[in-house]
């Protein structure tokens, strides 16, 4: 970041389902942290994007910004200091989107990490939608209309900001440094597995424990999880690396040094899984309960949040403005 810059920080979500342990973990920790300390903060609910793979299922990405602003204001995300906000609703996102876009090839797009790998995911192939694949470009905007210049993600999103800088550098270099290079902030636990010990937890993956989870569903997905396959009776000796439970434990239980002592036990022999699993089981349940009653609370009062998010909509359509006009005189296309 140059020297003198404010801390402008964008962060955001796909409204595509409710948040999990993963977004905790990987972004929502420094969303809180960030909004301290920044100048600026923006929390965007990314609908056009949740659309790109989601086109013929509006209903699900309508109803799920409500589910994704409760999970942020239930972590502790402050409407006061962080402006909360719906893509669709800022157009100059997509006016600077389509100016970006000739910035970038259809290779350089292809060749993203990240897209290629959600792309095989979704079997998309050669008849991946165009805007699925164009994804980064209107990233880029929605970070760029903000002037943003820290980004809180997991990282997965490493390739995407990547690409986004190489705009800043191209754009910058044909019209005139208008825009700060993206710092991503990725947090500790930079990708969280999935309950089913693959590489991510995703909300489209059906490996997910949810921020909204009740007890009952917790117990019930981590005594499912998996451990180590070769740790069939109590007194075998167990492995430790690549077991779900314990991955969990390094993360999420305080007491570091129990935790220390129960993987010596279980590597020698003789801790059964019922055991660690219960102590995970409690553990999550101390960290997600207080998370999961803040939220119950304000899902009472649905009108109040999207108060929240039309208000925030608003304030960030003014910095859209400022911003376009400057984009607009550089690109002379300031006609009238
Ligand atoms: P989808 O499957 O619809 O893409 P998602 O679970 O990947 O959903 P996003 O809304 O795409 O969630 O991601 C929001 C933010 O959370 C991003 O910064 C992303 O990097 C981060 N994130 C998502 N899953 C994880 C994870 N398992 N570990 C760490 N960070 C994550
Ligand atoms: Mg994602």
Same mark, same amino acid.
């Given at each position: 970041?140059?020297?003198d810059?404010? @801390?402008?920080?964008?962060?955001?979500?796909?409204?595509t389902?409710?948040?999990?342990?993963?977004?905790?973990?990987?972004?929502?920790?420094?969303?809180?942290? %960030?909004?301290?300390?920044?100048?600026?903060?923006?929390?965007?609910?990314? /609908?056009?994007?949740?659309?790109?793979?989601?086109?013929?299922?509006?209903?699900k990405?309508?109803?799920?910004?409500?589910e994704?602003?409760? /999970?942020?204001?239930?972590?502790? %995300?402050?409407?006061?200091?962080?402006?909360?906000?719906?893509?669709?609703?800022?157009?100059?996102i997509a006016?600077?989107?389509?100016?970006?876009?000739?910035?970038?090839?259809l290779a350089?797009?292809?060749r993203?990490?990240?897209?290629?790998?959600?792309m095989?995911?979704?079997?998309?192939?050669?008849?991946?939608?165009?805007?699925?694949?164009?994804?980064?470009?209107?990233?880029?905007?929605d970070?760029?209309?903000?002037?943003?210049?820290?980004?809180?993600?997991?990282?997965?999103?490493?390739?995407?900001?990547?690409?986004?800088?190489?705009?800043v550098?191209?754009?910058?270099?044909?019209?005139?440094?208008?825009?700060?290079?993206?710092?991503?902030?990725?947090?500790?636990?930079?990708?969280l597995?999935?309950i089913?010990g693959?590489?991510?937890?995703?909300?489209?993956?059906?490996?997910?424990?949810?921020?909204?989870?009740?007890?009952e569903?917790?117990?019930?997905?981590?005594?499912?999880?998996?451990?180590?396959?070769?740790? @069939?009776?109590?007194?075998?000796?167990?492995?430790?690396?690549?077991?779900?439970?314990?991955?969990? %434990?390094d993360?999420?239980?305080?007491?570091?040094?129990?935790?220390?002592?129960?993987?010596?036990?279980?590597?020698?022999?003789? %801790?059964?899984?019922?055991?660690?699993?219960?102590?995970?089981?409690?553990?999550?349940?101390?960290?997600?309960?207080?998370?999961?009653?803040?939220?119950?609370?304000?899902?009472?009062?649905p009108?109040?949040?999207?108060? @929240?998010?039309?208000?925030g909509t608003?304030?960030?359509?003014?910095?859209?403005?400022?911003?376009?006009?400057?984009?607009?005189?550089?690109?002379? @296309?300031?006609?009238?």
């Amino acid at each position: 970041m140059e020297k003198d810059s404010k @801390i402008r920080v964008l962060t955001g979500d796909r409204p595509t389902g409710k948040l999990h342990l993963g977004h905790y973990v990987g972004s929502i920790k420094n969303r809180l942290k %960030l909004q301290e300390e920044s100048d600026v903060s923006f929390h965007m609910i990314a /609908d056009i994007q949740a659309l790109t793979d989601n086109a013929d299922n509006p209903e699900k990405i309508r109803k799920n910004v409500l589910e994704v602003a409760l /999970d942020n204001l239930a972590c502790g %995300l402050d409407p006061q200091k962080t402006t909360m906000f719906i893509q669709s609703e800022i157009p100059e996102i997509a006016e600077l989107t389509v100016l970006f876009l000739n910035l970038v090839t259809l290779a350089r797009l292809k060749r993203n990490p990240t897209v290629k790998d959600e792309m095989k995911q979704k079997g998309f192939g050669e008849d991946v939608p165009a805007g699925f694949l164009c994804y980064p470009v209107s990233q880029a905007a929605d970070i760029l209309f903000a002037k943003a210049n820290v980004i809180p993600v997991g990282e997965d999103q490493l390739p995407v900001i990547e690409q986004a800088n190489e705009i800043v550098d191209d754009f910058n270099r044909f019209y005139g440094k208008i825009f700060d290079r993206i710092k991503p902030k990725v947090g500790d636990t930079p990708r969280l597995v999935g309950i089913d010990g693959s590489t991510k937890m995703g909300k489209s993956l059906n490996n997910a424990i949810y921020l909204s989870d009740s007890h009952e569903e917790i117990s019930k997905k981590v005594m499912d999880m998996y451990t180590d396959p070769g740790h @069939i009776h109590v007194e075998d000796p167990g492995k430790v690396e690549g077991n779900v439970v314990f991955i969990y %434990l390094d993360i999420f239980d305080e007491d570091k040094n129990e935790v220390k002592k129960l993987k010596e036990q279980y590597k020698k022999g003789g %801790l059964g899984d019922v055991i660690i699993k219960k102590r995970l089981i409690e553990v999550l349940e101390k960290f997600l309960a207080p998370i999961r009653e803040r939220r119950e609370e304000l899902a009472k009062n649905p009108s109040e949040i999207m108060k @929240i998010l039309e208000d925030g909509t608003e304030r960030a359509r003014e910095e859209a403005k400022k911003t376009m006009e400057e984009v607009r005189k550089a690109i002379k @296309i300031d006609y009238f």
